[in-house]
């Protein structure tokens, strides 16, 4: 299931005529459909608050320790089997594990609640508040809107595909996994009561939000300065799935380049491309034509790309210019009029000898090289052939989801407002973690259903502690690649 988690506000709900087309993706058939996305209503004084904690957390970043911890966090699933990334998030004392797509397009995290009315069958059980001893309902005040007994918060969140997610918000422990430096931290969260469409039938258990927002995982653990104003994600390559998480700041590599990402113009993470090159060469566009509406975001909970119209075509035409040797084909629906190509092979390292390089350019002349996955997905029905994942739409942003950054570490260093890409292999991240039998300050990654997961499960203890489930994670010798940029250091027993 492909999503563009924008979401529908308060001010949006009275003003749901003003909306424009996008088109989404169906992960289980994998072709885009019409829909309406919201334009985000932003007034004023909502402006001049957002400066203000940006200058806040700004004066509360420079006094942050450079030694403060992160949390590093392995994602699962892929895109072509299930149109997103998840991470395991725990949650209560004892804690009670969720699996949670990692959405930068949300600002709110949120589990189904054991008393939901309507959700449906997820991964893991629902959240159960009574079991945890250190749950805590937030109480209603005159800064949320409240319950029907005006006794607690709640949050409701409308999506562009037109599902929906509310409940009430609750605070408790949460934990992010024993490679975290980062020990577990209380926070708020949405603890679901109802759920409609694809929140109803995905696999997932629910979202976190890495949104910019006051309830956003992100921005709670900046506002207790327990990490840095930063996150970073790094997807798995085409078959291959999984990955990476960081919250909290990285040493940028060198190698690593950035576009600008303006806070202020949208509540969502946006770059600021200039213009794309496909073989070498620039398409044809007006100027700007990148920039419309909120510009160019990046949505992580998003699958695949949709580009403004003629920008869309331009990238097209130019696609089929350069693969004279393949052979065009119908997609694997042939309800809609995919542009897929047979002939390309199987291996995926070779598609780069059929399928031209594309570079985005930024407006400060950084360029970010797109490989053939990064633009391409594999047909479901006939072997050694791939569909474009680039789509239109009727209206001028431009949105980027998941498939763009395929084997690409992407940091989101909000402290500076900028973006940071590198070309790199997301999944090698983790290959080298082997458990062992000792207990654990943190939560472990249980082994689920996910037949990603190349892990053997852990062995179970008794007598743990309350906040720490059986097993450990014993990091040796993790690609010496990335010791220094995500705090891994190799040949290191934690």
């Known amino acids: 299931m492909a999503r563009t988690w924008l979401h529908l506000t308060s001010s949006i709900i009275v003003c749901a005529l003003i909306c424009f087309n996008f088109f989404t993706v169906d992960a289980k058939d994998h072709h885009p459909r019409p829909m309406l996305l919201p334009l985000q209503l932003t007034s004023r004084n909502h402006s001049q608050q957002r400066h203000l904690d940006n200058i806040r957390r700004h004066l509360q970043q420079s006094g942050l320790s450079s030694s403060t911890p992160n949390a590093r966090m392995r994602l699962y699933d892929d895109l072509l089997s299930n149109g997103y990334y998840t991470t395991r998030l725990w949650i209560g004392t004892p804690p009670q594990e969720f699996a949670l797509i990692v959405d930068t397009g949300s600002t709110v995290t949120y589990v189904p609640c054991s008393s939901c009315a309507h959700c449906g069958k997820h991964q893991d059980p629902r959240f ?210 995919d542009i897929c190509f047979s002939g390309a092979g199987r291996d995926v390292s070779q598609l780069s000898k059929s399928f031209p390089e594309v570079e985005m350019v930024f407006n400060n002349g950084n360029k ?69 039998g000792a207990p654990s300050p943190a939560p472990s990654v249980s082994q689920s259903n996910d037949s990603n997961l190349e892990i053997p499960p852990a062995s179970a203890l008794s007598g743990s502690p309350a906040n720490v489930l059986p097993g450990a994670w014993n990091i040796t010798c993790i690609l010496a690649m990335f010791p220094v940029f995500l705090g891994f250091f190799p040949c290191t027993v934690l």
Not at 317 to 327: N, P, Q, T
């Open 128 to 337: 159960q508040p009574d079991l945890s001893s250190t749950y805590q309902p937030v109480k209603c005040n005159p800064s949320c809107n409240c319950d029907d007994e005006q006794k607690q918060c709640t949050y409701d969140r409308r999506y562009a595909e037109m599902s929906s997610s509310s409940g009430v918000l609750g605070e408790d422990i949460v934990s992010f996994g024993n490679e975290s430096e980062l020990v577990p931290q209380r926070a708020v969260f949405g603890c679901e009561n109802r759920e409609t469409g694809d929140l109803y039938s995905q696999r997932a258990d629910g979202i976190m939000g890495l949104g910019r927002g006051q309830l956003s995982i992100v921005d709670q653990l900046v506002d207790k300065s327990v990490i840095g104003d930063s996150f970073s994600l790094c997807y798995g390559g085409m078959d291959v799935g999984g990955g990476a998480m960081v919250l909290g700041k990285i040493t940028p590599p060198p190698e690593m380049v950035f576009s600008h990402s303006d806070p202020f113009r949208s509540p969502y993470y946006n770059i600021e491309l200039k213009e794309m090159h496909v073989a070498g060469k620039r398409l044809k566009l007006p100027t700007g034509v990148f920039d419309g509406r909120h510009g160019t975001v990046l949505d992580s909970g998003t699958t695949y790309a949709y580009f403004q119209k003629d920008a869309f075509v331009a990238f097209r035409d130019a696609i089929l210019r350069e693969v004279h040797s393949l052979k065009r084909v119908r997609g694997p629906d042939p309800n809609y009029d």
């Open 368 to 436: 970010l090289l797109l490989s053939p996955e990064n633009y391409l997905f594999r047909h479901t029905k006939l072997i050694g052939a791939y569909c474009l994942g680039i789509f239109a739409n009727t209206e001028s942003t431009t949105l980027l989801g998941g498939i763009v950054v395929r084997n690409t570490l992407v940091t989101y260093d909000r402290d500076n407002d900028r973006i940071g890409f590198l070309k790199t292999n997301c999944s090698e991240l983790w290959r080298r973690v082997k458990i062992s």
